[in-house]
């Protein structure tokens, strides 16, 4: 895979306000990052995106050691969070470019909560959206976000999430698991 680093562009602020929601997605408040991290977490929104190749397999990022939460475990092709005012759809977009260089449509899944706490550190307490799309451009990975990133095969990436799953983040094994469970047609509709 054709990769080139984009050299200290910073594209996440502790301070950036992100969108706190009740259990039903109704906006209470905005909070900043940091905030929505700390302890047990603020409910807020967020979305994970999947990116698939012509090849079938899906491109997974190594979170970066600048990470506050789970530096350096593998993960989806990209998550993230809208910002104050901004439609998911666009924060979507926005993080691709930011974080792979690449442009692509998205098809949405599905919507699910989940808390996950990262040992005395902070915590994950999202309402996401979970997106997929096809991708063969060349990823140019930001290097404050990511650390390595790669394409797998599906089935070996199944089988590993068994073997190894203290490797992987906590959303993408619940992501995985419902998305082979559930939504494995609309991944092979990618490649129609």
């Known amino acids: 895979m054709k990769r080139v680093l984009f050299k200290d562009k910073i594209v996440s602020f502790a301070d950036e306000k992100l969108i706190a929601v009740d259990?039903?997605?109704?906006?209470?408040d905005h909070r900043t990052r940091i905030e929505c991290h700390q302890g047990e977490g603020i409910l807020h929104r967020a979305f994970s995106?999947?990116?698939?190749?012509?090849r079938q397999e899906l491109?997974?990022?190594?979170?970066?050691t600048q990470k506050l939460l789970w530096p350096?475990?593998?993960?989806?092709?990209c998550c993230s969070h809208p910002r104050q005012g901004e439609k998911m759809e666009i924060a979507a977009r926005r993080r691709l470019k930011e974080e792979l260089g690449i442009e692509v449509g998205l098809i949405y899944l599905y919507t699910f909560q989940?808390?996950?706490?990262?040992?005395?550190?902070g915590s994950e307490r999202?309402?996401?959206?979970v997106f997929i799309g096809k991708s063969n451009e060349p990823v140019r990975f930001n290097q404050n976000e990511i650390s390595n990133c790669k394409y797998v095969?599906?089935?070996?990436?199944?089988?590993?999430?068994?073997?190894?799953?203290?490797?992987?983040?906590?959303?993408?094994?619940?992501?995985?698991?419902?998305?082979m469970g559930e939504y494995r047609d609309k991944i092979s509709a990618l490649y129609i």
């Open 23 to 28: 259990e039903q997605d109704n906006i209470v």
């Open 49 to 54: 995106i999947f990116i698939f190749n012509d």
């Open 59 to 64: 491109l997974l990022q190594k979170r970066s």
């Open 72 to 77: 350096d475990f593998w993960s989806n092709s």
């Open 114 to 121: 989940y808390h996950a706490r990262f040992g005395s550190i």
């Open 126 to 129: 999202e309402l996401c959206r």
């Open 153 to 179: 095969n599906i089935d070996s990436l199944t089988a590993d999430l068994v073997t190894n799953p203290d490797i992987y983040t906590p959303w993408f094994r619940m992501e995985w698991q419902r998305i």
